[in-house]
Structure formats: C-alpha cells, structure tokens
C-alpha cells in the first residue's frame, strides 16, 4: 500500500513556499466567505418565512377581486387603493426574500466549488512532498536468524512490522551528508496552520465555531421570543374582534425557562408558535367572512326597507308630479343602497316644494270676498289629500303583502325571519283620512329616512373597523387605531348635531301643515282676521328660518374649526412618534458596543419603525382626506339650504308681482322683464362658475407646485412643467375674457331692466311690505354669501398649512435617513475595534483578521448602500403615488363642487 501511495504520487506537483502561503490564504478567505453567506441564507430563510406568514394574512387575487367590487362603497375613495397597495407590497416583499434566498445558495454552491481547487492542491503537494523525502524502511544490520526472528520470511505481510521508521529520520545516503530534514523547508512559520494542520490539511471544514453556533442559538431564542409575542397580540385581536372567542380560543405556547427567564432548550416551541400563527390566520379570515356576511345582510334589508319607502312616497307625489321616476331597482350591493338614499332625498325635496306651495297659499290667501270660492279651493285641496292618503295607504298594503310572500320563502327556505318584514311599524291599513294622520305619515317617512342614513354609517364605521383590525396586529397599532378612532367618531358626533339642527328646519317646515289645519278650522271666522292670522304666522316661520339658519351655520363653522384642531393634534402626535424613533435611534448607538452580534435584529427593528411612520403617514393622509371630502359634503349641504332660501325668496318675488297681473299693458312688458333678468342670471351664473374655476386652478397652482421659487426651479429642471404652466395660463386668459364679455352682457341687460322697471308703474302702498321683506331677504342672503367665501378661505389657508406639515415630514424622514447612516458608519467602525493579537495569538494572525475585518466592512457597506437606494426608491416612488391621489382628489372636488350658490344670482338680480 505505500509503495502503491508513493508511486501514485510520483507526478504531482511540488509547490513553492509562497505558492502554499497563497493557497492557504485562499482558502481561508473562501472558508470565511462561505460561513458568511451560510448565515446570511439562515436569516434570509427566516425572513422569507415570515412573509409567506404575513402575506396568508391578505386574501388571494380572487377574493381580493371580489372585495374590490365593493371597495368603493366600503371604504370610500380611497379605501379599495389602499388595501391593493398592501397586497402588492406583501407580495413584492415575499419576491423579494425569495431572489435573495436563491442568490445566496447559488453564492454559497460556487463558493464551495472554488474551495476544492486549492485544497485538492494543497493536499498533492504535500503528498510529493512526503512521496519525494520517503527512503524506505530501514533493516537492522544483523544476521539472517537474527533479523527474521520467529522465522518470518521476507516480503510476507507480517514482515512489515519488522522495519522500522522513525518519523523525525530519514537514511543516511552517504557518511558525509548531514542528518537534516528536509520536510522543513516547506513548513513555514505561518498561524494559518493551526487552521490546515501540520501539512495544511485542512482538519474540521464543515464543524463551525462556539462562538458562531451561540450566535445561532441566540437568534433561534430571539426569533422563538418574536413569534411567541406576535402570537399574543394576534390573540388580542381577535379576542377584540370577537369577544365570545375569549373562552374558547386556546392560549399561546410558552416555551419552559430557567431562573433566569431564559429558555431551557432554544427551538422547542418555534413549532408550535408557527402552528399556532397559522391557526390564528385562519381564525382571522373566518371572522372577516362572517363580518362580511353580516353586512351584506344588512345592506339588503337596507335597500329593502328604503325601497318600500321610495314607492310610498312616489306614490304620494305621483298626481302632481307624473314625471318622477320609478325607484331604482334592488341589487343587494352597496350601490343600490346609495341610489335608494339619493332618489329619495331627490324625491324628498319634492315633498318640500309641496309643502312651501301650502305654505305659500296659508301666507297670500286670495283677496276676494266670495266665499265659493274659498271654500271650493278648500274642497279641491281636500280631495288631493284625501287622493294622497288613498295612494300611501294602498302602497303599504303592496308593501305587506310583499313583505308576507318574503316571511312565506324564508320559512319554506328555513331561514331566521327578518325583523323588517314584520311590518308593524305601517299603522292601521283602515285608518281615515285626518290631517293629523296625514302630517304624521309624512314624519314617519322622513324620520325613517334619517334612520337609514344613521344606520348606514354606523355599518360603514363598523366594516372600517373590522378591515383595520385585519390589517394590523400589534398591540401598539390596536392602541393607536383605537385612539384615532374615539377622535373620529368625537368629529362624526359634532358633525350629526349639525345635521339634526338641519332636520330641526324640516321640522319647522312640516309644521305647515298643522298651520294648513288651523286654517280649515277657522275658515268660519272673518277673512280679514284669518288673513292677519296667516301672515303673522307666515312672518314668525320666517323668523324661525332665519334663526335656524344662522344656527346651522355657526355650528358648521365650529365643527370645521374642531375638524381642524383635530387634524392639528394629530401631526402633532405623528412628531411624537418620529421624535420617540429618533431617541430610540440614539439609545441603539449607545449600545452598539455590547451588541455588535446582534446588527441584524437591529435593522429588522428599524425597518419594523419605519413601516409603521409610512402607515401613520397613510393613516393621516387618508384622515385628510376624509377630512376634505367632509368639507365637500358641508358645502353642498349648504348650498341645499341656500337653494331652499332662494326659492323661499324667489316665491315672495312670485307673491310681489301676481298683485299687478290683472293689467294688460303691464303683463307683457313684465314678461319681457322675466325673460331679461333669466338672461342676467345665467349670465351671472357663469361669471360666478368662471370665478369659482380661476381661484380653484390658482389654488391648485400654488399647493401643486409651491412658490414662484420653487416653481422656477422645477421649470428648470423640468420642461413638462413648464408646458403645463403655459396651457393653465392660457386657459385662465381665456376665462378673463369670458368673464369680461358676460360682464359687458350683464349691463347691457341691467340697463335694459332699469328702461323696463322705469315704464312700469310705482308700487301700491300694500306692497311696500313685502319690498322691504325682500330687501331683508337680500341683506340676509349677502351676508350668507360672505361667510361662505370666508370658509373658502379658511379651507385654502388649510391647505397650505397642510403642505407644511408634509414639508415636515419630509424634513424628519431625512434626519432619519442621517441617522440611519450614521448608525451604519458606527457598527462598521466598532467591528473593527478589537485589536490585532489581543488573544494571545501572533501578530500575523492580527493581520489576518485585519484582512477579514475589510472584507467584512466591505461588503456591509455595500449592503448598506444597497439598503439605502431601495428605500429612496420607495420613497419616490410613494411620493409619485402621493401626488398622483392628491391630484385625483382635486378633480373630484372640482367635478363634485357646487361653485358658487344661487344666492348670488338672485342678489345681483
């Protein structure tokens, strides 16, 4: 066997001594290299485990297509937006961990594959080394009988325990030469052999270190202690979720400790926590199922409900108003729902005109004295009534008679009955017709109109609710979104007081009605009291009008100011927070000396703040938002009221020029007056469009493009920009000339009014009155029409106080970033601070691993480079996506906005 060894090692190479040095060198590098990317895959796999976990938490694109079909009417404008972006994140993230998993095994293969070339020639050097300074065994020089004792003959097996050779020896070739090993000359003094051994074999390649296999125990323990408290915070929610499942759900693994609190065996339970977060993801899903469930339920019931009352009342208004249209049909989604609210606050102004026409008739009665008359309009009103009244009451006989054959299918179908198809809430199908029961029948439906509304926020609030408790499982997060939540609905409450001060107006309005009954009970009395009467009670709902109105408005104002302050509050606890990220960057630098091992969990810690700064940065916009689109609602609920004054106002005006319709000559010159000052409304209408749109853009202008001196320095550096400018330029050139053109209209036909108002006659004494109410009228609306331009103001002077607060932010987010570098820089200088031969160990060996500390700090910087590009990559491009909905929320205010009020046409008029 030697000989067979001795001869096959004859042709390999015999290397140099700095050859060998390289070659060791090498190896020891390759070595290093390959524990280091062998760590790295560990953690990478962990992380690629942790978001498969996190992305079981979002529903597959099928489910998720299906609740995108209701994300507009769920969640609003935004809400659908938001929760794909999540998705996308989650699954670019698993992509992403997945890439780096395979490039770390594809790394950690070639590096292996590099490691057996100068290992495989290490060891053929030095078996021609040992091949080149064998002799042979050495016989001793005696007799024959002497030298084979036991009479063992030569060449046998047994006769290789008959030579000896001692190892430190070699034979002597010729008396003169030395006794000198010649091994020696390629055994250099080099502490890399404590590593390859004696020849530079490599002893132990695959059995890692002590240190290596604690720091390995180390993030088993940490991991094992993540998972277990991210077990616990899954638990809360769901807990919160469901409270029943308090009882029954099962508690979280917990690992056995010491004394100490440290676990005895690192990775017993880190099965059962992944078990165990599995089985919450499910438990999760099943309750945002059943959640779902219900509120689809509701939403059906809902439209139901809203639908029969949108018959009862067409069916009402149908004699006088044949051109209403059918209600919309039932489709059991969140849409059908919202355009059963809208037909019937359509429809319930309609009810409202009704009313005022009463009203309008209680207030002017007719001047003459023939009682006939009077009392064949009050028989003529009588059977319209009483007409109405027959419609309701055979509309709700259809209706429980529906409502029956429903009870019928759920009890054959063995479904729960549902509580609205009881239908007792309808009164008695034979009641007679009074007034009383009339006006109250007409209560009953609005009053159930404002139930639906109520109730449908409240489900909105709630599936809000459900959907954020889904997406966020930590406890710190439940805090928080609990807070925001009490602060919301504090807003939403101030915000319902003021739309039931508005109710109080339809209120006042259908007190009409009971006025309409006072009149038929004293139509025995004299006409000249009963008219004083009337319009004395005429002049007190006025009164009560303007009161209400003038409420109404103060509370809005409050309730925008409270909004405000709210808002306020809350950047001011987003800077809190960024504040208590930037003292816990600073206790991380303090303690990176005593944590130099741990760098990694670091950095998931710093990369777990920073997603939650970008969802408190979500959470806010998405609050602002809400904010202005609330702001919208309140406009165009206030123009509602002004349009409902105007019409108020333009009735009087109706009431004012009816005194003079029995001359001829001056009927035809007021019809020409009519159809001129139409003309100046519309032409004033559009002046007032054309006004809205120029502030609109330029306050668009400066809140999308900043300064003069910011929008110069974009311009330069971006001529899109600039081409964009051009085009809003000339559009607002265009306008000007529009407006001036209307304008030049306008007192073309404001001259020809006053030619026509000076033909006309002078007024009667007993309209001087009613000039004088309009003049009130007039003074009233024009201080109306200022206070909304004030709140026009105010909501520009919030917007830019909300682009300062993004300037902020920005601003924080880039000390962030200072800071992260120079945690960066403060890890790679304290990895370098151990010095070299401080364990005993040569000064070679310093340099050594002086040499591996580069490489170290090398490729750490590199990763950190790396690590840095991503996130401003993210960073643009979330600022790009920021913009993009910005941009889409103004257009919607602007296709959405009520421009100005036609408070304004009929003052001008």
């Known amino acids: 066997m030697v000989e067979t060894a001795l001869w096959d090692a004859k042709e390999y190479e015999i290397l140099s001594s700095e050859e060998v040095d390289q070659l060791k060198k090498q190896c020891q590098s390759l070595n290093q290299r390959i524990q280091t990317a062998r760590q790295n895959l560990i953690v990478q796999s962990k992380y690629r485990d942790a978001t498969r976990s996190v992305s079981k938490l979002y529903p597959d694109k099928k489910k998720g297509a299906d609740l995108n079909d209701n994300s507009k009417s769920k969640r609003g404008l935004f809400g659908g937006r938001r929760n794909s972006d999540q998705i996308r994140e989650a699954d670019l993230e698993r992509a992403t961990c997945e890439k780096k998993c395979e490039d770390l095994a594809i790394e950690l293969w070639s590096l292996e594959r590099r490691l057996m070339e100068p290992e495989n020639r290490l060891l053929k050097h030095t078996a021609g080394i040992l091949q080149m300074t064998h002799r042979g065994p050495k016989r001793d020089q005696k007799s024959p009988a002497e030298a084979q004792p036991n009479g063992i003959p030569p060449g046998s097996p047994e006769s290789m325990y008959t030579y000896h050779n001692d190892r430190n020896s070699i034979d002597e070739i010729d008396d003169e030469e030395p006794n000198f090993d010649e091994r020696s000359f390629y055994r250099p003094v080099d502490p890399l052999d404590i590593s390859f051994g004696a020849f530079g074999m490599h002893q132990e390649l695959e059995t890692p270190s002590t240190e290596v296999s604690k720091e390995h125990l180390q993030l088993i323990s940490s991991t094992e202690q993540k998972l277990e408290d991210l077990n616990s915070a899954l638990r809360e929610v769901i807990i919160k979720a469901n409270p029943e499942r308090d009882a029954s759900y099962s508690p979280v693994p917990l690992a056995r400790t010491n004394a100490q609190g440290r676990p005895t065996v690192p990775g017993e339970t880190l099965q059962s926590h992944l078990d165990y977060l599995e089985q919450g993801i499910a438990t999760l899903d099943q309750e945002h199922s059943a959640a779902k469930r219900q509120a689809d339920e509701l939403n059906a019931s809902m439209e139901d409900t809203l639908e029969e009352l949108n018959r009862e009342v067409m069916g009402l208004l149908s004699p006088t108003h044949p051109e209403l249209q059918e209600p919309p049909a039932l489709t059991g989604q969140q849409t059908g729902l919202r355009d059963q609210l809208y037909y019937f606050q359509d429809i319930i102004a309609s009810v409202e005109e009704e009313l005022s026409k009463a009203a309008e008739i209680i207030a002017n009665p007719p001047v003459s004295s023939e009682k006939s008359e009077q009392k064949e309009q009050n028989d003529q009103m009588e059977t319209v009534l009483t007409g109405l009244w027959e419609i309701i009451q055979s509309g709700e006989e259809e209706i429980r008679k529906q409502k029956q054959e429903r009870r019928q299918q759920r009890a054959a179908s063995g479904r729960v009955v549902d509580e609205s198809d009881t239908g007792s809430e309808m009164g008695d199908p034979n009641e007679p017709f009074t007034l009383q029961a009339f006006s109250a029948k007409v209560q009953f439906l609005y ?16 599936i809000k609710q459900q959907r954020e408790l889904n997406n966020k499982s930590e406890s710190t997060k439940d805090a928080e979104l609990l807070a925001r939540q009490e602060e919301l609905e504090q807003t939403r409450d101030l915000l319902e007081k003021t739309e039931r001060s508005a109710n109080d107006l339809q209120e006042q309005l259908s007190t009409v009605m009971g006025q309409l009954a006072k009149a038929r009970q004293a139509e025995k009395m004299d006409s000249e009291s009963r008219a004083n009467t009337e319009s004395t009670a005429m002049r007190e709902i006025q009164e009560r009008l303007t009161n209400s109105r ?56 710093l990369e777990a703040a920073n997603k939650k700064i970008s969802e408190l940065e979500a959470e806010l916009q998405d609050m602002k938002d809400g904010h202005g689109i609330n702001n919208a609602e309140y406009t165009g609920k206030m123009t509602d009221h002004e349009a409902r004054i105007a019409e108020l106002s333009t009735a009087l005006a109706a009431a004012a020029t009816t005194r003079v319709a029995y001359e001829a000559s001056i009927r035809e010159k007021d019809k020409l007056l009519l159809s001129k000052e139409k003309e100046v409304e519309e032409i004033s209408m559009k002046i007032a469009e054309l006004q809205t749109e120029v502030v609109i853009a330029r306050a668009e202008l400066d809140g999308a493009y900043g300064s003069r001196a910011q929008r110069a320095a974009e311009v330069a550096s971006n001529p899109l920009i600039q081409r964009e400018i051009d085009a809003l330029t000339n559009k607002n050139v265009a306008l000007q000339e529009q407006i001036d053109a209307l304008h030049s209209k306008n007192f073309t036909l404001q001259g020809e009014i006053a030619t026509l108002q000076a033909v006309r006659q002078g007024p009667s004494p007993a309209s001087a009155e009613q000039e004088a109410k309009l003049k009130e009228l007039k003074r009233e609306l024009e201080e109306t029409i200022e206070e909304y331009e004030l709140m026009t103001k105010a909501s520009i002077e919030w917007e830019r106080e909300r682009e300062k607060l993004e300037g902020e932010i920005d601003k924080l987010r880039d000390e962030r970033e200072g800071l992260e570098t120079q945690l960066s820089d403060e890890k790679v200088r304290w990895m370098g601070l151990k010095s070299p031969g401080g364990d005993g160990m040569p000064a070679s060996a310093g340099v050594s691993q002086n040499t591996s500390t580069t490489v170290l700090k090398n490729e750490f910087k590199k990763m950190m480079r790396d690590t840095r590009a991503e996130n401003a990559r993210a960073l643009r491009a979330e600022q790009a996506e920021r913009r993009r909905v910005e941009e889409e929320l103004r257009t919607l205010k602007r296709q959405q906005g009520p421009g100005k009020s036609r408070l304004s046409q009929s003052v001008g008029s």
């Open 447 to 462: 009053s159930s109109a404002t139930q639906l509304k109520e109730h449908k926020k409240v489900l909105q609030r709630q």
């Open 550 to 605: 003038r409420m109404h408005e103060e509370e809005l104002t409050n309730a925008n100011r409270e909004a405000a302050e709210r808002i306020a509050s809350l950047s001011d606890a987003n800077r809190k927070v960024e504040e208590q990220l930037v003292a816990t960057t600073r206790d991380s630098q303090e303690r990176i000396a005593n944590l130099a091992t741990n760098n990694r969990n670091l950095e998931n810690q």
